[in-house]
């Protein structure tokens, strides 16, 4: 039997509907507009097309979107002269930071530098802390559109063995914390990880988020997993002809969807997930700042 496809792309959809009719009810009955600023820095493309789609999506669910373009080589005072300046915005309830940064800026300094309930992308040392120690947080976008899916999926997950493949600050990390919250046995693995292959197999609830295409293939997971695939890989698709390329994920589709319960594909798993999180967190932010009710 094939594994159910998890739709990322309808699920967020939902999302953003759920964002767009509370953002209409702030308003109507406080006057209140969520605002989201995005700062991006330099002219990396990849950077500028998510700023974009994040502009636009922000726009669509009703929320005000200020995007701050600023030159390749901006000073670091510069930089944090801005993020005091949107700290300090009542208007500006969400602040992100588009990363990567150029190398002479430092990320953690300036992810620092952002006020701690304006943090919608989770980075920021004290809601890393918070989410560490079981507290109320602003939690990174990804993880968090992954937590969603399985849910939604599983419903209860206590006591599942959950296994993340990748330990990095944005993804890896947060994603575990998410998991043992949930009451999961969570395993992280990464690079240095023995028997990766026996790791990943026991996993009921396997998520990827390494950044090698196809690395893990349907004989590493468990029948009847859920498999979360949080891997973008650009490869080459020759079949679509020459110089074409197209966006595998971390899992080896092909053979995983034969084998799993339920799967993310890529791309319209986890991939549209992310900017719907923003969106929410940015929402959630606003109802923090003006003691609202928080949406669910
Ligand atoms: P990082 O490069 O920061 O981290 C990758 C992790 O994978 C590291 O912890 C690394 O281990 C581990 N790793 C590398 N090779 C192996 C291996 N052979 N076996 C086991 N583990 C390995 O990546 P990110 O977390 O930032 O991103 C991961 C993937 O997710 C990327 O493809 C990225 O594009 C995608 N992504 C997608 C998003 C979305 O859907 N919106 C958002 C963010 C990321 P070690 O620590 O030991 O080096």
Known sequence: MTATIIDGKAFAAGIRARVADHVTRLK?????????????????????????????????????????KLPAETSEGDLLALIERLNADPAVHGILVQLPLPKHLNADLVINAIDPAKDVDGFHISNVGLLGTGQKAMVPC??????????????????????????????G??????????????????????????????????????????MIPGDWVKPGATVIDVGINRIPAPEKGEGKTRLVGDVDFASAVEVAGAITPVPGGVGPMTIA???????????RAHGLTEPE
Do not use: F, W
Request: glycine share 10%; with cysteine.
């Open 28 to 68: 109507e009955e406080s006057g209140i507009t969520p605002g989201l600023a995005v700062v991006l820095v330099g002219e990396d493309p990849a950077s500028a097309v998510y700023v974009r789609n994040k502009g636009r999506q922000t726009v669509e669910v009703g929320m005000n979107s200020y995007e701050h």
């Open 277 to 287: 999180c923003l969106l929410a967190n940015t929402l959630t932010a606003c109802c």
């Open 173 to 214: 990390k947060p994603m575990a914390q998410l998991l043992l919250g949930d009451n999961c046995t969570v395993t992280i693995a990464h690079s240095r990880t023995k028997n990766l292959a026996d790791v990943c197999r026991r996993a009921d609830i396997l998520v990827a988020a390494v950044g090698r295409p196809g």
């Open 142 to 171: 990804t993880p968090l559109g992954c937590l969603m899916m399985l849910r939604d999926r599983l419903g209860d997950l206590s006591g599942l063995d959950a296994v993340v493949v990748g330990r990095s600050n944005i993804v």
